[in-house]
């Protein structure tokens, strides 16, 4: 039998696979989710921690969490190739919460 915080997580991530809730917006809060829920807060905190592992969400401070955008194809083949060709990025063009998210992910690939 999974634990509370398993099945909140299994929920969202099925909900975010069907679109319910689209890249770039924002999921339901950590109030809202123990309302839906019936749950404590440390519960729904629990599974926004575990959709966070998965890379599916990331949390804006003082703003909430929100589905990640362009997620990864998780059945590309994996190569150690890095294409530097391109350039360097125009950092005004980039949103920082997801250059973090991204940086993070590659952080959890090298290390696992």
Same mark, same amino acid.
């Given at each position: 039998?999974k *634990?509370? !915080?398993?099945?909140?997580?299994d929920?969202?991530e099925?909900f975010?696979?069907?679109?319910?809730?689209?890249q770039c917006?924002?999921?339901? @809060? #950590?109030r809202?989710? /123990?309302?839906?829920y +019936? /749950? @404590?807060k $440390? =519960?729904?905190v *629990?599974?926004y %921690? =575990?959709?966070k $592992?998965?890379?599916?969400i990331y949390s804006?401070? +003082? $703003?909430?969490? !929100?589905?990640?955008?362009?997620?990864?194809? =998780?059945? +590309?083949?994996?190569t %150690? #190739?890095i &294409?530097?060709s391109?350039g360097?990025?125009?950092? @005004?063009n980039? !949103?920082?919460? %997801?250059? *973090?998210? /991204?940086l %993070?992910?590659?952080? &959890?690939m +090298? !290390?696992k």
């Amino acid at each position: 039998m999974k *634990k509370a !915080y398993e099945r909140i997580a299994d929920d969202m991530e099925t909900f975010i696979q069907e679109g319910r809730f689209r890249q770039c917006h924002r999921v339901p @809060s #950590i109030r809202e989710l /123990c309302a839906t829920y +019936q /749950c @404590s807060k $440390s =519960t729904a905190v *629990k599974a926004y %921690d =575990t959709l966070k $592992s998965k890379h599916l969400i990331y949390s804006v401070p +003082q $703003s909430g969490c !929100y589905v990640v955008e362009n997620r990864p194809n =998780t059945e +590309q083949k994996h190569t %150690d #190739i890095i &294409d530097f060709s391109r350039g360097n990025p125009l950092f @005004s063009n980039i !949103y920082i919460p %997801d250059l *973090k998210h /991204c940086l %993070d992910r590659a952080v &959890d690939m +090298q !290390y696992k």
